[in-house]
């Protein structure tokens, strides 16, 4: 069958006669194989794809989690918590005010950041942190001291 269009005319319904596959029978070529690593089961995330995401919605917190920094500011404690498996970083605030903030920085720059509710306590979304030497917590209380984790 010869079909004739504004495009010009194609061959359609096998090989036209001249020895050559159909598209639609040839073989379909093999994949490229991914680079994304293979997460642990209850992991939802790694490197960029964990910004801005909650570390415990994602499975980045409890055993693939581990404090790399801390500060005292005030009477409040600021840590990096990094999760390696999920290459991101986050900050925590504990014995904070109501109203305090704590915020993460990668590579000097503030990613995301959070404030202290009722609860005393608060942590930050994740930022894309494969290096947690790159990571650094601070945090601004409302009594108006400020302060920082150091490198791990």
């Not at 490229?32 to 994602?58: F, S, Y």
């Not at 990096?80 to 904070?96: F, Y």
């Not at 979304?125 to 209380?141: G, I, V, Y």
Request: glycine share 14%; proline share 6%.
């Amino acid at each position: 069958m010869l079909i004739v269009g504004a495009g010009g005319w194609f061959l359609v319904n096998g090989d036209g006669g001249d020895g050559r596959e159909d598209r639609a029978t040839r073989s379909p070529s093999t994949a490229p194989a991914t680079t994304a690593p293979e997460l642990p089961a209850g992991v939802k995330c790694n490197g960029a794809d964990c910004a801005g995401q909650d570390p415990e919605i994602m499975g980045c917190g409890g055993e693939y989690a581990k404090t790399v920094s801390t500060a005292t500011v005030g009477t409040a404690v600021i840590e990096v918590r990094h999760s390696q498996v999920c290459g991101a970083a986050w900050a925590r605030i504990t014995k904070a005010a109501v109203g305090d903030a704590v915020r993460i920085a990668v590579g000097g720059k503030v990613q995301e950041s959070a404030l202290v509710n009722a609860d005393k306590d608060a942590y930050t979304p994740m930022a894309a942190a494969p290096d947690p030497a790159d990571a650094k917590a601070c945090a601004t209380l409302t009594t108006g001291s400020e302060g920082c984790t150091t490198a791990p």
